[in-house]
């Protein structure tokens, strides 16, 4: 079992930055396929940014060159930097993360941007 847990997350004005961090709570590996999904309410969840088993990032076209996702293996933590942040990034934001055939989530953190 892995309970992950999110923060970062909070008001932020258009063009602003927040950097988004989700711990895992024991030692997962360096190569498991880890990532960032978001939801709206009525929408269905959506990728946003993923850093595969084969060591690729993946960017949804909306935050291409905005959002990067990183990972610290020492803190088994993943990171999700945004930038130039708009008003339609408003949405919360659950990490994933996949160990072995398992796929864990974060709680969630909401990520709110005025105009």
């Known amino acids: 079992q892995v309970q992950l847990v999110e923060s970062g997350g909070g008001l932020v004005q258009a063009g602003g930055s927040l950097r988004l961090s989700c711990a895992a709570s024991?030692?997962?590996?360096?190569?498991?396929?880890m990532g960032w999904q978001r939801q709206t309410p009525g929408k269905q969840r959506e990728l946003v940014a993923a850093?595969?088993?084969?060591?690729?990032?993946v960017y949804a076209d909306p935050v291409k060159g905005r959002f990067t996702i990183s990972r610290d293996n020492a803190k088994n933590t993943v990171y999700l930097q945004m930038n130039s942040l708009k008003p339609e990034d408003t949405a919360v934001y659950y990490c994933?993360?996949?160990?072995?055939?398992?796929?864990?989530w974060g709680q969630g953190t909401q990520v709110t941007v005025s105009s």
């Open positions: 994933e993360i996949m160990v072995g055939p398992y796929t864990y």
């Open positions: 024991r030692s997962i590996g360096s190569n498991n396929h």
């Open positions: 850093l595969t088993s084969g060591g690729s990032s």
